[in-house]
T-cell receptor, first 111, second 111 residues
């Protein structure tokens, strides 16, 4: 069965650079969620989209933005990167509040 | 105070033991309850998904939800070394747009 695809899987950036993370949800899933997970921490909610519209916003810095496109893929744009942004970034998709299926994550390292 | 509380462990059991993992929550609006397994540096893998109160069994795994007590459990029978991972509970409200996670319980099954 198709799973959630995230790219890139690993990303190394320097401080103050910009990064773009991509998420391709499972076909026919209408909701996408973005989470950030630091070492030894539980996933922290960033933002979600339902049918290409932003539906909820969590602890997402103003330096970050996200959108969902007509083909339902989503992108998380991160600017002015800081050392503290180093983390695993997960995307999950679901059919409206059904169980979220998580992708493999993007490991972002900011040097 | 987090909306979802989970004993972080670590929990160490011998192979073949029955494992009990638990979460409590405060938001009575939560209706969908999930358990995820996460191996180090991997994406959370959906194990069990339950709507409202009741029990659900899948192989060696049983999920229980008691909404009156705001308490959910995951039981693992005949635990195996391959079950060694971090287990995360998560939940979402009927009108919600984000999953709320517990802090995760680290489990080690000793051969």
């Amino acid at each position: 069965a198709a799973g959630v695809i995230q790219s890139p899987r690993h990303l190394i950036k320097e401080k103050r650079e910009t990064a773009t993370l991509k998420c391709y949800p499972i076909p026919r899933h209408d909701t996408v969620y973005w989470y950030q997970q630091g070492p030894g921490q539980d996933p922290q909610f960033l933002i979600s989209f339902y049918e290409k519209m932003q539906s909820d916003k969590g602890s997402i810095p103003d330096r970050f933005s996200a959108q969902q496109f007509s083909d339902y893929h989503s992108e998380l744009n991160m600017s002015s990167l800081e050392l503290g942004d180093s983390a695993l970034y997960f995307c999950a998709s679901s059919q409206r509040r059904a169980a979220g299926i998580f992708g493999p994550g993007t490991r972002l390292t900011v040097l | 105070q987090k909306e979802v509380e989970q004993d972080p462990g670590p929990l160490s059991v011998p192979e073949g033991a029955i494992v009990s993992l638990n979460c409590t929550y405060s938001n009575s609006a939560f209706q969908y309850f999930m358990w995820y397994r996460q191996y180090s540096r991997k994406g959370p893998e959906l194990l069990m998904y339950t709507y409202s109160s009741g029990n659900k069994e899948d192989g060696r795994f049983t999920a229980q939800v008691d909404k009156s007590s705001k308490y959910i459990s995951l039981f693992i029978r005949d635990s195996q070394p391959s079950d060694s991972a971090t287990y995360l509970c998560a939940m979402i409200a009927n009108t919600g747009n984000q999953f709320y996670f517990g802090t995760g319980t680290s489990l080690t099954v000793i051969p």
